[in-house]
């Protein structure tokens, strides 16, 4: 199993960009389809985006759509997730997931990151 560390969370302000890293420790990280997923004050963990093994393909929620970029260095094991134009509704704890499906569910996560605050004030 893969072990999960993001970082790059911060307090922004509206407009702004953050770009959030997920390193990955362990041989097999590129054999994992990879994604974010983000939980905000008294809701539910919801999916962000995804990516596959291999970085070709990608998947966006409406949310995040034209707004986020999700990618990966399987050379690094590395997983990164570029946000632009920052809203006060994206503020939230945002983890990195490892599963076997680029649009997973929080039911298919094999590995969870311990999370990453991003914080958009207005």
């Known amino acids: 199993q893969v072990q999960l560390l993001e970082s790059g969370g911060g307090l922004v302000q509206a407009g702004s960009s953050l770009r959030l890293s997920c390193t990955a420790s362990?041989?097999?990280?590129?054999?994992?389809?990879m994604g974010w997923f983000r939980q905000a004050p008294g809701k539910e963990r919801e999916r962000v985006a995804g990516?596959?093994?291999?970085?070709?393909?990608?998947h966006y929620e409406d949310s995040v759509k034209g707004r986020f970029t999700i990618s990966r260095d399987n050379a690094k094991n590395t997983l990164y997730l570029q946000m632009n134009s920052l809203k006060p509704e994206d503020t939230a704890v945002y983890y990195c997931?490892?599963?076997?499906?680029?649009?997973?569910?929080?039911?298919?996560?094999?590995?969870w990151g311990q999370g990453t605050q991003v914080t958009v004030s207005s």
């Open positions: 362990g041989r097999f990280f590129s054999d994992y389809q």
């Open positions: 990516i596959s093994f291999d970085g070709v393909v990608t």
């Open positions: 997931a490892a599963a076997w499906s680029v649009v997973m569910t929080t039911d298919e996560v094999q590995s």
